[in-house]
């Protein structure tokens, strides 16, 4: 199951690691908070909004520069969304082939409750923190909390 969410986020076993200390450390449910750390990562933020096809190209859009977070290029995938952060292409690369009829693509986006996207900006908002309910991960995260817990 570990291996298999590792596949899932493109992460290395250092970085899961260090996630699942994270997650330990907050108060609540460990395997909730690991997951809601997961999916609060810029590359996969960018992926769920539906600005890319899949999390590699979110990993790579985000490592040339391409988006904006808070009209602030940044480049570091492990950066972790706050409510209200704001995600944006850059205008530069607006009209390269990764975007093309991407307005298109935006507007018939069936998006998490959690995120809002503004098609014709090519820009969306993360709107509040993910509900353990919203989030349906394909693998077992009390296998995963067990295996780091022993």
Known sequence: QKQSAKRIYNLMESQFRNYFKKAFNQSGDTGENLLK?????????IYRLGLVSSRRLARQAVGHGL??????????RPYIFRINDGISVNPKYKDSKIFTDL?????????PQWLAVNPDKLSGTLISIPAKEELNPIFDVKMIVEFYSR
Request: net charge positive; charged share 30%; glycine share 0%.
């Open 103 to 111: 307005s298109k693509k935006l507007a018939k986006a069936n998006l």
């Open 37 to 45: 750390l997961l999916e609060l990562r810029l590359d996969n933020i």
């Open 67 to 76: 988006l904006f977070v808070n009209d602030k290029k940044l480049n570091i």
